[in-house]
């Protein structure tokens, strides 16, 4: 947990099941919904800006998924 001054908004996207699994499919969907999340909060201050944070791994690379994070 880090220290902001003003003030702060924080989103939270579950993309985990009850067991905590996930797929590339929920991963993308995610970033879909962080999407319109940041959008509509960087339309009401142009001088607001974003940090995306994950922690997750994988063993393949996902073309899809890589889009999402880069149209965030």
Partial sequence: MGVAPGNVELVSVRMLDA????????????????????????????????????SWGGEEFSASLQQAMQAV
């Fill in 19 to 54: 067991e905590n699994s996930g797929n590339t499919f929920t991963a993308v969907r995610a970033y879909e919904i962080l999407q319109n999340e940041i959008r509509d909060y960087l339309s009401a201050d142009a001088d607001r800006f974003v940090v995306v944070s994950n």
